[in-house]
């Protein structure tokens, strides 16, 4: 059969100190009807083999594990043994019933050196009791639970040496609750849908970015820039680390932010200061935070998509770029969007993509947000409005953009060393 269309969704998992520890890989095939049991198969194990071996394991998810969803005859086949042991976990969904035949499968593939999970855990019984020596991870759904019931259960769990996953958390509240009562690893949209966060207290050095971006948007003197960054001064080491870095291949140190500034270049700093404003204002200071990497996804991959449909237009790309980097704003500062971007002077088409999802740039912001909640219909609805754009395109542009927003979280400095090449 031929290879189905898909996209990859990506949720982070999390520890206790909000560290990146693993992405849930969320695949998506287009079913135009109700498939056999084989030919459901067959497809995952298609977009699969493509994710994993066409695209490369390595860009979707750098060094972290990935979690896979398995349905009961994803579990009983032959396909997973296509997935790489040691860089993933079976996701055993709630629908697949733990009966001894899936029981005697779990042990075949633990044997095997395959980690396992048990998804949506809201109770515990006999069944789960006997599968549970072979579980690694425990997925707690912790909005399915009132607070008694969810404490009663992570009691039971403990003694069975599992790591405890709160998934589905989606507030402060809950993440609190869960990290009290022990829970080693956290999903859920307070992490991967950061338009959920209120309240986060602003850092300094990420109010003077601000001042900087609209410093660098509206082409301000050098000297400003430069009086600027003397006020920050942790954000003038980034900045020096990053023109010192072996990538942009000078014969010299630099020490100077005068000579830093005007080797780096407006375009280059632009991209900077966008990227450090995330991962200064961060909870975590650091570009491995989900909230970071998502802005940056955006950023990259609506870049990429640009230069894709409207090839040679760099001011457009350049745009996008800021688009898509600046759309989580509203999570990182815990305020409305267009309070933060009333002093930053941007473009009209910028502001109005940014605040209405309007115009050309809008429609491109709406696409890739329908991309990351792995949803086919939303994403095949909006692709409909780039008829010059195939699914083989975006597939691959998207995996690209994970690897670069991934990338980030290898730098000392929080920062990407460099522009990545078209």
Not at 14 to 19: C, D, L
Not at 48 to 77: C, T, W, Y
Not at 100 to 113: D, K, T, Y
Not at 219 to 240: F, G
Request: glycine letters at 6%; a negative charge.
């Amino acid at each position: 059969m031929p290879t189905p269309q898909f996209f990859l969704g990506r949720q982070p998992i999390v520890g206790r100190q909000r560290e990146l520890v693993a992405y849930e890989l969320l695949f998506r095939t287009s079913q135009d009807n109700n498939a056999e049991v084989q030919d459901d198969v067959a497809a995952s194990a298609a977009v699969m083999q493509h994710a994993f071996s066409g695209l490369g394991l390595h860009a979707v998810l750098e060094d972290k594990l990935g979690f896979i969803n398995l349905s009961e005859p994803l579990l009983r086949s032959d396909v997973i043994e296509i997935l790489p042991r040691e860089r993933v976990v079976l996701e055993i969904l709630e629908t697949v019933p733990l009966t001894p035949a899936v029981i005697e499968r779990c042990r075949a593939l633990r044997a095997a050196g395959y980690r396992l999970a048990l998804d949506d855990v809201i109770r515990f019984d006999e069944a789960q009791k006997a599968i549970l020596p072979l579980i690694e991870v425990v997925k707690l759904d912790v909005l399915a639970m009132q607070s008694r019931e969810t404490e009663a259960l992570v009691r039971h769990l403990k003694p069975f040496g599992v790591q405890l996953l709160a998934e589905k958390v989606d507030s402060t509240l809950q993440r609190d609750f869960c990290h009290e009562l022990g829970c080693d690893l956290f999903q859920g949209y307070y992490f991967a849908r950061p338009t959920i966060l209120s309240g986060k207290p602003v850092q300094p050095s990420a109010m003077l970015l601000l001042k900087l971006l609209n410093q660098v948007a509206t082409d301000a003197e050098t000297e400003e820039l430069e009086d600027t960054l003397k006020h920050a001064p942790d954000l003038t080491v980034h900045l020096l680390r990053l023109v010192n870095s072996v990538a942009f291949g000078l014969p010299r140190k630099i020490s100077g932010v005068r000579t830093a500034l005007t080797l780096l270049g407006r375009a280059q700093l632009h991209r900077w200061v966008q990227i450090m404003v995330f991962a200064q204002q961060s909870a975590t200071h650091t570009a491995a935070d989900p909230l970071v990497q998502t802005a940056a996804l955006r950023g990259h991959l609506m870049e990429r998509l640009c230069q894709t449909l409207q090839p040679g237009d760099e001011a457009m790309a350049d745009r996008a770029f800021m688009t898509g980097m600046l759309s989580l704003l509203d999570a990182l500062f815990g305020k409305p969007i267009a309070e933060i971007l009333q002093p930053l002077n941007l473009e009209e088409k910028v502001q109005e993509a940014l605040l209405h999802r309007s115009g050309w740039l809008g429609q491109l912001l709406r696409l890739v947000e329908g991309m990351e909640l792995a949803d086919h219909d939303v994403t095949a609805t909006l692709l409909a409005g780039f008829p010059q754009l195939q699914w083989d395109q975006l597939n691959r542009l998207q995996i690209e953009a994970m690897s670069w927003a991934a990338r980030l979280g290898r730098e000392e400095s929080g920062v990407a060393s460099s522009r990545e090449p078209a």
